[in-house]
């Protein structure tokens, strides 16, 4: 389709969004190794130790940051794969991999092996290795082997969820949160190093998860299985408000899932199978009719029963980001003014309810009556839904944003 560049003035605003985000990143960093979990000043809360989906995701955002341009980041992306590095402090010098968490004196404090975190790591190693940054390479090898070696199921075409620390006892359960995490980071991995293994792995999670089970279940994506691949419908239930593993079904995921699957289309070129653009039209559509503005207040629920009624009702910030991600990524594969319209819908509710011009962050949570809320989330430590969000508008049909970044593909208010 026709790629129309997005007004000057939005790409601005964009930029700037990025600029503020990205500080962010710099000012979450430990002395000792690793980021930090930032509160609602912008601070880091002592509170909390070292965490590896964190680290991982800042590392990732310094990444993007030197690839577009701000050298400045460049202390900031070694600080993380030093992190990550053999002696760094998340890397477990005994069985390998990288612990899920550990207290600020090093001592792990959640010593499980967990795909999620490993496929953050991965997606940290690919832009880092686009960023050209000493032991990134390696690094992104040693990732890589390590979701290969460990996770990865070619029987299942899905990545296992949940080791011990020596690799010895694996968890029943099987969830899609971590192999959706896993399509973005093999989606960065082909899209750096063209290596096919990891297209042909990205195209079998999303045959199975996208193709097979939301398909299923009318595109209300179960998010827990049993080790056989059976949705457990009812896993949580009294645990609705978790961060990673919430009873029922998450909008903001179909929402992630739709673009996620255009990226992969976008890799595969004439060879993508039909279904990658019709299945993210139906992800999204259950989404927004299922998960906006749905209980009389503006905004996107978190989750809901599998029948498409509200269940916990706060309004995240990470959900609103990635409904503007799939709008702008719809739009650019099908030209439907529809989608530029959503996309500039959500826009206004993001700048109205959860950007905060002060801080440069953006409110992690806000009650259904749009009010500040840390029923799910406490503190703001996520940079990088909400920049990546504002590189989307940014660029065309993409298969990763390292990959793109790296490629020059980045507009800005002068080149649009």
């Avoid at 940051?65 to 760094?88: I, K, Y």
């Avoid at 999303?206 to 080790?227: I, K, M």
């Avoid at 962050?361 to 990546?388: C, F, I, K, M, T």
Wanted: charged residues 25%.
């Amino acid at each position: 389709m026709p790629d129309t560049p997005l007004p000057p003035d939005h790409l601005d605003r964009l930029a700037q969004q990025r600029r503020s985000l990205r500080e962010l990143a710099r000012a979450a960093q430990r002395p000792g190794g690793g980021f930090g979990w930032l509160g609602d000043d912008g601070r880091l809360d002592p509170a909390y130790g070292v965490e590896l989906w964190i680290t991982a995701r800042m590392t990732h955002v310094a990444a993007l940051a030197v690839l577009e341009g701000d050298t400045s980041f460049e202390a900031v992306v070694d600080h993380g794969v030093a992190t990550f590095a053999p002696g760094g402090l998340l890397h477990d010098p005994e069985h390998g991999g990288w612990f899920a968490s550990v207290h600020a004196d090093g001592t792990p404090d959640v010593s499980d092996k967990r795909a999620y975190e490993h496929a953050f790591v991965v997606l940290a190693a690919t832009s880092a290795s686009a960023a050209r940054r000493p032991g990134a390479d390696d690094l992104l090898d040693r990732a890589l082997q390590t979701y290969e070696q460990r996770f990865w199921r070619e029987s299942d075409g899905l990545a296992l969820d949940v080791w011990d620390r020596t690799w010895t006892d694996l968890e029943d359960y099987r969830g899609v949160n971590a192999n959706m995490h896993s399509l973005e980071a093999l989606l960065a991995a082909w899209d750096v190093t063209r290596d096919p293994r990891w297209l042909g792995h990205a195209l079998r999670i999303t045959e199975r998860a996208v193709h097979g089970f939301a398909r299923s279940w009318n595109y209300r994506l179960p998010e827990h299985f049993d080790s056989s691949w059976e949705p457990r419908p009812d896993y949580n239930r009294e645990r609705p408000t978790d961060k990673f593993r919430p009873f029922g079904v998450t909008p903001g995921h179909l929402l992630e899932w739709s673009r996620l699957s255009l990226h992969l289309r976008h890799a595969l070129g004439a060879e993508a199978p039909a279904w990658l653009l019709d299945e993210a039209r139906s992800l999204f559509d259950v989404a927004v009719h299922e998960g906006w503005d749905v209980d009389g207040h503006e905004g996107f629920v978190y989750t809901t029963d599998f029948e498409g009624r509200p269940v916990v009702r706060d309004r995240l910030h990470w959900v609103v980001t990635e409904a503007i991600g799939a709008a702008r990524t719809l739009h650019l594969a099908t030209g439907d003014p529809t989608y530029a319209a959503w996309y500039d819908r959500w826009w206004e509710h993001a700048h109205a309810w959860f950007v905060d011009p002060e801080q440069g962050s953006w409110r992690h949570e806000l009650s259904p009556e749009l009010a500040p809320s840390s029923v799910v989330w406490q503190g703001r430590p996520d940079v990088y839904h909400a920049y990546q969000a504002c590189l989307v508008g940014a660029l065309g049909e993409i298969t990763s944003f390292a990959g793109a970044l790296r490629d020059g593909h980045l507009r800005s208010a002068r080149t649009a």
